[in-house]
């Protein structure tokens, strides 16, 4: 059964209207309202299925009644069907503007009847649009792996999981936060990012294209637990479309706890270069080494100044920010061939193979220049002091770094913001 209300000035028009409908009262109820604001009361209380709105009327036409339906969140999708004796092009476009068709008076009975159908079918057609998407999307939600549907330039539509790990209320407000979901992809070895692209290629693409012959895995920070989670991906393009269907299924527990051991032993948790433990490992190589072949090896123990400040001022994020953006300055700023590390706390450590303690004294000074003009997140500019040795035949690991340490001392007390050689 379908609600029908007929809106007119005319109370002969309106009973009309009814007689119409009256031999189909098994279809249709007719409700009728004299007028636009008795209109509008009555879509305040009764479920309304399509509308028949008079356009000339008194204090309210059919248009300025259609647009106030149109505004109310409620009735906007009602559809109406205006009734006039014009038929000027204005009045055609108004009718096309505020409702989806119209009928010129006098109507011919077959006419309306069919209007009214094709109508009331579309809203049956909607409405199970509506059930299926809903179906489709509890379906979505009911997987435990994240599910989202990509059109190669964002994500159009995602499950209960994607919205719950990425910690969003809806696609759009994830896609507001990030441009691209693969910058997400951490780089990381023997995991997918987009630095493993051709620049004309898209990732969706690339996966989608592969993944039959490649397994490909990806790398993405657990933003409520802040580690790092691993997710088999699987891309599947619908067909002679752009539209691509991504799955992530959490491999976490099976390849990624290994990965996570080796990572913590080897990496500093929070600036991701070498811990002390690796450094350790690595600089004792290194001596040994230089030791060998006769190589020059110099050692460096950077300091930030006074940065408990920053921790007591700004608070610890700020000053873990800080630290991230001084670990990977340094670390953008050195050769590959280079070992840089956390020592502790704000302490960091560089070993330059191959290089001589003048040369050396360059090297660290200039990095000591580049920290000063870097901006960090809210303090802004921070300076350090560095602490420099060169590596000598007869050193022993603990001669090194107490060498290097009294010399950080030295650039400390005589003023911070310097290298000290010693």
């Known amino acids: 059964m379908y609600n029908i209300l007929c809106v007119d000035d005319t109370p002969a028009n309106l009973f009309i209207l009814e007689s119409l409908f009256e031999p189909h009262d098994s279809k249709y109820t007719i409700i009728t309202a004299q007028?636009?604001?008795?209109?509008?009361?009555?879509?305040?209380?009764?479920?309304?299925?399509?509308?028949?709105?008079?356009?000339?009327?008194?204090?309210?036409?059919?248009?300025?009644?259609?647009?106030?339906?149109?505004?109310?969140?409620?009735?906007?999708?009602?559809?109406?069907?205006?009734?006039?004796?014009?038929?000027?092009?204005?009045?055609?476009?108004?009718?096309?503007?505020?409702?989806?068709?119209?009928l010129s008076?006098?109507?011919?009975?077959?006419?309306?009847?069919?209007?009214?159908?094709?109508?009331?079918?579309?809203?049956?057609?909607?409405?199970?649009?509506?059930?299926?998407i809903k179906f489709n999307q509890s379906v979505l939600d009911s997987q435990h792996n994240i599910l989202f549907i990509h059109d190669n330039n964002k994500i159009v539509s995602a499950n209960k999981s994607?919205?719950?790990?990425?910690?969003?209320?809806?696609?759009?407000?994830?896609?507001?936060?990030?441009?691209?979901?693969?910058?997400?992809?951490?780089?990381?070895?023997?995991?997918?990012?987009?630095?493993?692209?051709?620049a004309n290629k898209k990732w969706t693409e690339d996966i989608s294209t592969n993944h039959q012959n490649d397994e490909y895995n990806v790398l993405i920070?657990?933003?409520?637990?802040?580690?790092?989670?691993?997710?088999?991906?699987?891309?599947?393009?619908?067909?002679?479309?752009?539209?691509?269907?991504?799955?992530?299924?959490?491999?976490?527990?099976?390849?990624?706890?290994?990965?996570?051991?080796?990572?913590?032993?080897?990496y500093d948790a929070l600036t991701s270069v070498y811990n002390r433990s690796k450094f350790n490992e690595v600089f004792e190589l290194e001596v040994q080494t230089a030791k060998a072949n006769n190589h020059h090896l110099s050692f460096a123990i950077f300091d930030i100044?006074?940065?408990?400040?920053?921790?007591?001022?700004?608070?610890?994020?700020?000053?873990?920010?800080?630290?991230?953006?001084?670990?990977?300055?340094?670390?953008?700023?050195?050769?590959?061939?280079?070992?840089?590390?956390r020592w502790g706390g704000e302490e960091f450590v560089l070993a330059m193979s191959g290089t001589d303690s003048q040369t050396a004294f360059k090297v660290v000074d200039n990095l000591r220049q580049i920290i000063e003009k870097t901006h960090f997140k809210v303090v802004e500019h921070i300076t350090c002091s560095v602490g420099l040795t060169a590596v000598n035949p007869e050193d022993k690991i603990d001669d090194i770094l107490i060498r290097a340490d009294e010399a950080l001392y030295e650039a400390k007390e005589s003023g911070r913001n310097k290298v000290c050689l010693k």
Not at 113 to 118: A, H, N, Q, W, Y
């Open 35 to 102: 007028g636009g604001y008795e209109a509008l009361e009555i879509l305040l209380t009764k479920k309304i299925d399509l509308i028949l709105l008079d356009v000339m009327m008194p204090e309210i036409d059919g248009f300025e009644t259609a647009k106030l339906i149109k505004s109310n969140k409620a009735t906007k999708d009602i559809p109406i069907i205006f009734l006039t004796a014009k038929r000027d092009n204005e009045t055609i476009e108004n009718a096309f503007k505020y409702g989806v068709d119209y």
């Open 221 to 266: 920070m657990d933003t409520t637990t802040f580690v790092p989670k691993a997710f088999r991906i699987e891309v599947n393009a619908l067909e002679d479309t752009d539209i691509f269907v991504v799955t992530l299924t959490d491999i976490t527990k099976l390849t990624t706890k290994s990965k996570q051991y080796e990572h913590k032993a080897t």
């Open 105 to 132: 008076k006098p109507y011919d009975e077959f006419e309306l009847f069919k209007r009214v159908d094709v109508q009331l079918e579309l809203i049956e057609v909607k409405n199970r649009l509506e059930q299926q």
């Open 305 to 341: 100044d006074f940065f408990k400040k920053v921790n007591d001022t700004h608070g610890h994020i700020i000053g873990d920010e800080t630290l991230i953006t001084f670990a990977k300055t340094i670390q953008d700023n050195i050769r590959e061939v280079d070992t840089f590390a």
């Open 162 to 198: 994607f919205l719950e790990f990425f910690n969003v209320k809806n696609v759009e407000e994830f896609n507001k936060l990030h441009n691209n979901i693969a910058d997400l992809f951490m780089e990381y070895e023997n995991f997918f990012s987009l630095n493993v692209l051709n």
